[in-house]
C-alpha cells in the first residue's frame, strides 16, 4: 500500500498558487518525500524531493511540517501546462530493497 | 538528462503469446523498475532491480517475470499473455536507492 494519502482532485486559477497536499504521517526517519507528476499519455517527471527542509527548484516549492507528517507542493502561478496528475510518495534513503510505491495521486486541473 | 527508452509506444498481442518488453537508460543507473496503470488504480510496482541480474517482486508480480542481464537494460516478460495484462506499462531508472525516478513513455499493451 502506499504510505502517502492525498486529495482525489483539485482546481486552480491560472496565475494562482497550487497548493497539493499530501499527508504520510507515518514516515520514517530515513525516508524521503518526493513529488512526480503525470501529463495526459506522459510517462511521469520528477519535479522535487526533501527531507525535512523547505525546497525550491525552478518548477516549485515543496514544504514539509516540521513533524514531517504532511507536505505541500506549491506551484507558483499555475499555467493550464501544469494541469495534471501530481503524486507524492516517499522513499527510503538507505536500502535499495525499498519499493517505490505511487499512490493515485491529485488530478490537478487549472482553469483559465 | 538521463534519458529510458521503451522500445515500443504501441503493441498488441494474441491470448496466450510470450510478450517482452524492453527498457534502455543510458546513464549507468542502479536501480530500474517496472510498473503498470490502469485507470482508476494508479501505478503499480510489478518487479525492481537493484543490480545486474537481481530483482525484487513488487505489489503485483504474478503472470510477469524479468530479466537484467546488463545494467541498462531491464526486461518485462509476460510468459503467456492474458486480456488482463492489457496496460500501460512504464519502466523507471534511478541512479541509486535515494535519486529521483527517470520514466519513459510508456508501453501501451492490447492483448486480444
Known amino acids: 500500500d502506499a504510505k502517502t494519502t492525498q486529495p482525489p482532485s483539485m482546481d486552480c486559477a491560472e496565475g494562482r498558487a497550487a497548493n497539493l497536499p499530501c499527508n504520510h504521517s507515518t514516515i520514517s526517519g530515513n525516508e524521503y518525500v518526493y513529488w512526480y507528476r503525470q501529463i495526459h499519455s506522459q510517462g511521469p517527471q520528477y519535479i522535487i524531493h526533501?527531507?525535512?527542509n523547505n525546497e525550491t527548484n525552478e518548477m516549485a516549492s515543496l514544504i514539509i511540517t516540521e513533524d514531517r507528517k504532511s507536505s505541500t507542493l506549491i506551484l507558483p502561478h499555475a499555467t493550464l501546462r501544469d494541469t495534471a496528475v501530481y503524486y507524492c510518495?516517499?522513499?527510503?534513503?538507505?536500502?535499495?530493497?525499498?519499493?517505490?510505491?505511487f499512490g493515485p495521486g491529485t488530478s490537478l486541473s487549472v482553469i483559465p | 538528462d538521463v534519458k529510458v527508452t521503451q522500445s515500443s509506444r504501441y503493441l498488441v498481442k494474441r491470448t496466450g503469446e510470450k510478450v517482452f518488453l524492453e527498457c534502455v537508460q543510458d546513464m549507468d543507473h542502479e536501480n530500474m523498475f517496472w510498473y503498470r496503470q490502469d485507470p482508476g488504480l494508479g501505478l503499480r510496482l510489478i518487479y525492481f532491480s537493484y543490480d545486474v541480474k537481481m530483482k525484487e517482486k513488487g505489489d503485483i508480480p504474478e503472470g510477469y517475470s524479468v530479466s537484467r542481464e546488463k545494467k541498462e537494460r531491464f526486461s518485462l516478460i509476460l510468459e503467456s499473455a492474458s486480456t488482463n495484462q492489457t496496460s500501460m506499462y512504464l519502466c523507471?531508472?534511478?541512479?541509486?536507492?535515494?535519486?529521483?525516478?527517470?520514466f519513459g513513455n510508456g508501453t501501451r499493451l492490447t492483448v486480444t
Open positions: 523507471a531508472a534511478s541512479e541509486t536507492y535515494n535519486s529521483p525516478l527517470h
Open positions: 510518495i516517499v522513499r527510503s534513503l538507505k536500502t535499495s530493497y525499498d519499493k517505490v510505491i
Open positions: 526533501g527531507l525535512k
